[in-house]
């Protein structure tokens, strides 16, 4: 992917096809990312901000995303309140309907508030993620019941155990959970294709998608396309690796 886009237009094709450029360029980056004066007009593939607006809606989504299922999460795991278990039993039973079968009716109800064509219409639906409770409760189990109580009978409230207690202990499974769910924000494609009709705000797997139709045969500029939109996710995966896969083996046995 990554030589590919720096290969001159129309080096892709050849047969055999060559894994190193015959020449360096970056024509291709910059055909894609500069806006450019052409025949008395602006003429942009709007990819920079379509990148912004994916970058918003991704760190958006995780931070409110957070905010919401680790204090669900804990409240599944270490309170006691009246239906917990049936609407456990719901929220796990739910996780076999597509997701698919649910947008007609959630475009419905966008639509009838007023959030069509905007970006709370992109990120509402993913805040209260089935998966992330469900994550964050399985961590939360294995953290001892003795050490909520102890805080208790010391006369700390439920809000300074979640903060001082739960969330120290959670912070890898918390940064695991964060990367899934921008990574699930910044892939998603269906969901902003629905909901956007503005091309000044598509996100960036929409714009790339729209790029592709009309350069379908252009190799290397769709390289250079899939290399901009790889590049944030890797960062972000790179900074959070080593919480990743603590977070991954938390639960594991150790020896």
Known sequence: MVTV?????????????PFWPSRWSWENYY????????????????VLPALWNSLFVAAASTLLGLLLTVPAGYAFAKLE????????RALIGS???PGQVAMLPLFLMLKQVGLVNSYAGVILPSLAGIFAVLFVR?????????M??????????EI??????????????????SLFMFLGSWNDFLWPLIVLADQHRFTLPVAIAGIGREHAADGELMMAAAVVTTLPV?????????YYITGLLGGSVKG
């Open 5 to 17: 886009s720096f290969m001159p237009r129309g080096e892709s094709s050849h047969f055999p096809p």
């Open 81 to 88: 309140f009246r239906g917990r278990a049936a609407l456990l």
């Open 234 to 242: 890797l960062t972000v995966f790179l900074a959070l690796q080593r």
């Open 160 to 177: 300074r155990i979640f903060v001082s207690i739960i969330l120290p202990l959670l912070a890898p499974v918390t940064a695991t959970l």
């Open 95 to 97: 996780l076999v309907i």
């Open 31 to 46: 055909e894609l990312l500069v806006r450019r004066y052409i025949d008395g007009a602006w003429f942009d593939y709007r």
């Open 148 to 157: 909520v109580d102890a805080a208790r009978l010391d006369g700390a409230s």
């Open 138 to 146: 399985q961590a939360t189990l294995a953290i001892p019941d003795e």
